[in-house]
């Protein structure tokens, strides 16, 4: 008889909702594909692909995120860095680890451990992604907000993670994830010390983790050693239903029209999200009718693999 296979992070699955940002528990402290040496590894093949990131521990909590590595530049090369991480004063992170076949194969594992407690409440889960970050001791990552669903889990170091509700217009207005949906800028989200007040506060230790909806701004300080975190993120049905219609409102906007939030009016939204999916459908069959490619709408992961 078959065991079951227990999930790799621990939700509390009665009070789990897609849309609140809560604390979880993982099981991959011990992974040896997340172990400085391997992590090491995979920096140096990473970077040959353009999919690293980093800056200096100059960064404040108010730099634009867009802007950091040009601001606040590292030049040391990933494997330097990672290598010395604890000396480095670098924050890196190791982007879209799924291109990656070694790492993607982790992201999937990891991922379809949780989908039975997800998918009942978030159907459609698609586009998977993995991130890792290792950070020197007391650096930061700048106040910011991303497109996907997020895990975020401990697996070294301490962490002080700040997240804030992905309706707190205070902390990011309509405006905001309009164009962030739209033109993936970051430039009406601006960092204001008060808003620590506001935020969910999570102390991080290895083992424990977070889960933040899409859109949810977040700020993170590390702790005086070094530190390594890793983001499984994800788009379901319904991100990918609220990105169009930010996308949409964004348009609105640059016409002059003032469009209600998104959630605010739910009837607006199902019958723009009906018209403007539709049109979308009639433009992808007729580009396949006319043999040219369309992108499927949903992948498994977040890349096609050369």
Known sequence: MATERRPLIDIDTDAFHPWRIQPVRHHLCGHPLLQPASLVELGARLEARGSIRSHGNDATAGTPFNDAPNLHPNRQSAAQTLQSIEAAKAWMSLLNVQIDPIYRELVGTVLDSVRPQVEPRDPGMCHRAGWIFVSSPRTVTPFHFDKEHNFILQLR????????????????????????????????LRWRDEFRERAQVFDLEPGQGAYM????????????????????????????????????????????????????????????HTGVASMISVRGFARSLAGRHAVPGVARFADVLP
């Open 157 to 188: 170091g301490h962490k002080r993670v700040y997240v804030w509700d992905h309706r707190d217009t205070v902390v990011a207005s309509e405006q905001a994830r309009d164009r962030f949906h739209h033109r993936h800028e970051r430039d009406l």
């Open 213 to 272: 909806p899409s859109t949810s701004p977040h700020m993170v300080e590390n702790g005086d050693e070094p530190s390594i975190t890793m983001s499984f993120t994800y788009y379901t049905q319904a991100t990918r239903r609220d990105a169009l219609l930010h996308k949409l409102h964004a348009l609105m906007r640059s016409a002059g029209i003032a469009p209600p939030a998104v959630g605010q009016w739910p009837l607006f939204d199902t019958l723009t």
